[in-house]
């Protein structure tokens, strides 16, 4: 056997990961998404593992992202993503679900399979699709939607059509209906995960709006105060003022990168669901009702405003962020310039002060001199007075003149202790 990479099997395993499944018209679909948290992940397993064992059925398997399990006529398909999950309850067609009237019963009568699952999470998506052959009339439609709203396109080449003004009913469920002309098991399957999928992913991408209309503010006085920082700059002079408005533009960056941090991931999520709405929409391959705009035309016009905000929200924090950069590397450089300043003036200043310290040296060195030479001399002037006026001198049969003896005392003692203090001080500066 071959050595395989220990992620073949998940990434082999991944384009199977959500299949379609075959379904017959009619029909009728309830689907909600809960946020979730990547903790609460093994939680909601245990739940939904939990519901199926009470039902006689097989749980999910360790490590799965979807379940689809039977109970009874009715058909739970779940799905686990990065920060949402999915419950899909596939209902069989009755009396009252396959009426004349579409979405009756309303979606709160047939909402108690729901109540079986234990919420893992905030609600944010729930739809109620009903599909049907298609023998219902406009008339029908306009009862059902509201017609400011309402979109509607045949979609798979004209072999059925959608509809819905993707307004939530008293129920909370946005209301879709598809009507089939001859879609087949394996086509119906494809388009009714597609539809749902684009309900879903659109309401998660417009989860970036509420957060850039939060950071707007921020945003807006980060960028007022950045101006009057660059402002004030231009007139800023001296070391404590330019180390001021760099602790501000220091302090204004931290802020702007703890919104854009926040927000990151939320942007970035907004564009990827964006693209999945885009590209789900172009699989169903939408064309014109007359009288009435497509899916595509209804949620560009309506999304794309948002969209446009978040992008320029994220837009505005990069350029900011660029901009306070620049601001800090000026201001950085202006102060390093200052430093450099104040150092050369510091050293030339120390050098001032050596050059003093060796001008005193120099006079101390000097008077140090001529006062031990004052004190050599006067010991020898003591000396010859001494021997003088005890008249050892006449004794061994010369004269000393103690003012003679001083005065040529006075320059060999000069001398001598100049030689002596120049010999230390030589020897100190060869020690150094």
């Known amino acids: 056997m071959l050595a395989a990479h220990p992620l073949r099997a ?10 379609f499944f075959p379904v017959e018209t009619p029909r009728r679909f309830l689907h909600v998404a809960f946020l979730t948290a990547p903790g609460d992940a093994q939680a909601e397993r245990a739940a939904v593992t939990e519901l199926c064992t009470s039902r006689g059925a097989p749980g999910p398997l360790p490590g799965a992202k979807h379940h689809r399990v039977s109970f009874g006529g009715a058909t739970l398909r779940w799905e686990t993503h990065a920060e949402f999950s999915t419950y899909t309850w596939d209902l069989p067609a009755t009396e009252a679900t396959a009426g004349l009237l579409p979405f009756q019963p ?83 399957g494809a388009l009714v995960q597609r539809v749902l999928e684009i309900e879903t992913y659109r309401t998660l991408a417009l989860l970036g709006l509420p957060q850039a209309q939060a950071l707007a503010p921020s945003i807006a006085k980060i960028e007022a105060r950045l101006a009057q920082t660059t402002g004030e700059m231009t007139g800023s002079v001296g070391l404590a003022a330019n180390n001021k408005l760099l602790d501000e533009l220091v302090a204004l960056a931290a802020e702007l990168e703890a919104g854009a941090t926040a927000s990151l991931f939320r942007f970035g999520a907004s564009r990827a669901y964006q693209e999945i709405v885009r590209l789900r929409l172009a699989t169903i391959r939408e064309t014109v009702v007359p009288g009435f705009p497509t899916w595509q035309q209804f949620l560009e016009r309506r999304m794309a405003p948002a969209m446009r905000t978040c992008q320029s929200v994220e837009e505005r924090q990069e350029n900011i962020s660029a901009k306070l950069a620049r601001s800090a590397d000026l201001l950085r450089t202006r102060v390093d310039v200052e430093l450099e300043q104040q150092n050369r003036d510091l050293l030339t200043s120390m050098n001032e002060r050596t050059r003093l310290q060796l001008r005193m040296q120099r006079t101390v060195e000097g008077l140090s001199v001529a006062a031990i030479s004052y004190y050599v001399v006067s010991l020898v002037h003591l000396l010859a007075e001494g021997v003088h006026a005890s008249g050892t001198d006449v004794r061994m049969g010369f004269h000393i003149d103690p003012g003679s003896v001083t005065a040529v005392a006075v320059p060999v003692a000069v001398l001598a202790v100049w030689w002596v203090v120049r010999r230390i001080r030589n020897a100190h500066g060869e020690h150094d």
Request: proline share 8%; hydrophobic share 45%; net charge negative.
């Open 106 to 188: 309303p979606a709160a009568a047939l909402a108690s399979p729901l109540a079986q699952v234990r919420q893992p999470g905030p609600l944010l998506v729930a739809v109620d699709l009903h599909m049907v052959t298609d023998s219902m009339e406009d008339v029908q439609l306009d009862g059902v939607f509201d017609r400011a709203s309402l979109a509607r396109s045949d979609v798979n080449d004209g072999a059925a059509e959608i509809a819905t003004d993707f307004k939530p009913d008293p129920a909370g469920f946005v209301r879709i209906l598809l009507r089939d002309r001859g879609l087949g098991t394996e086509a119906a």
């Open 10 to 19: 998940a990434i082999l395993g991944e384009l199977h990961a959500r299949p």
